[in-house]
């Protein structure tokens, strides 16, 4: 009796460890910017390629990118999303995939109705110099803008920047070539438009990041991210996402004046995978996957 009594003891201890660790929870804050719903539907995915190994719980309480990062660092959440640089690398632990595949590094302006032709005889970067920048105060951007010359404005609330720009604070607004179409939209009671003929480009991963030290979840994001890439589910997702339908269907990149940017800010980012960055020449074709990738099932 004893020794049924036991193994009953064991059989159960045996299921409770294998739910505790089915129902393990990431806690997520998905109020910062306007990506926030493809990098939700990004860690989606990895976990959906893990065998959905996590419970995804979300808040959205409208707090800055610093204050969420801040709750990464100690513990309150445990995601969260940005284009790198040394200083958050040495902060975080970044998942090195970059989500948006160097997208964010492909740079055009919101600006203000009307000014078009201000930035018509825009040819040269000692012309852009002329011009005031927004940026965010804790952005990776900020400090290539500045690093290369430019005039740069900088904020830390993301919604007041089209507000600033609307009050010529600054005179242009780079965003990731995706970003500005859902921008102006949302953004519609501001006399605001997209400028038609520049782009900045330089490199830029576009990052999720965990606490310093959770291996653990760094291995499993990895993991899953690479299976998608594997099977061509990371590639879908990525090239019919409504905003970088916009960039194919709207942004004319083949056609931008192009500024190529250095960016002094670059950490240990994966150059040799071709795979994972966007030729805009090519946008909307497959990719070729690596051997890396090929590994990740093993």
Same mark, same amino acid.
């Given at each position: 009796?004893?020794?049924?009594? /036991? ?13 505790? =660790?089915?129902? =393990? ?12 719903? &493809? ?85 040269? !970067? ?31 609330? &993301?919604?007041?920047?089209? &507000? ?33 003929? #520049? ?21 499993? #994001? ?6 998608? !890439? ?22 004319? #990149? =083949? ?9 002094? +800010?670059?950490? =240990?980012?994966? #150059? ?10 090519? /946008? ?7 051997? +890396? ?6």
């Amino acid at each position: 009796m004893k020794t049924l009594l /036991l193994r009953l003891g064991l059989v159960l201890c045996a299921i409770g460890s294998t739910s505790t =660790q089915a129902e =393990q929870t990431l806690n997520i804050n998905t109020s910062s910017d306007v990506n926030s719903p &493809y990098a939700m539907q990004m860690i989606e995915l990895a976990n959906q390629h893990i065998g959905n190994k996590y419970h995804i719980k979300t808040v959205d309480d409208g707090v800055t990118k610093s204050r969420i990062m801040e709750d990464v660092a100690n513990g309150t959440y445990d995601v969260f999303w940005a284009s790198t640089n040394n200083d958050t690398e040495a902060k975080f632990d970044p998942i090195r995939i970059p989500l948006f595949k160097g997208l964010l590094g492909h740079r055009i302006f919101i600006i203000r109705q009307g000014d078009q032709a201000r930035f018509d005889h825009i040819k040269t !970067l000692e012309d852009l110099k002329q011009i005031k920048l927004g940026s965010g105060t804790t952005w990776a951007d900020t400090g290539i803008l500045k690093a290369n010359g430019l005039t740069v404005v900088t904020a830390n609330k &993301y919604p007041n920047m089209f &507000y600033m720009l609307d009050g010529s604070r600054f005179d242009a607004f780079p965003r990731g070539a995706h970003e500005p179409f859902v921008e102006i939209e949302k953004n519609q009671h501001l006399p605001l438009t997209i400028e038609k003929n #520049l782009m900045l480009v330089y490199r830029m991963p576009f990052y999720l990041f965990v606490r310093k030290g959770n291996t653990e979840l760094v291995n499993d #994001l990895t993991r899953g991210l690479e299976l998608a !890439l594997k099977d061509g589910s990371f590639d879908k997702l990525f090239i019919n996402h409504p905003s970088v339908q916009d960039v194919i269907q709207k942004a004319g #990149l =083949q056609n931008r004046r192009i500024f190529y940017l250095d960016n002094p +800010t670059l950490s =240990q980012a994966p #150059l040799d995978r071709p795979e994972l960055w966007v030729d805009v020449k090519t /946008l909307g074709k497959p990719a070729q996957i690596s051997e +890396t990738a090929e590994k990740a099932e093993q």
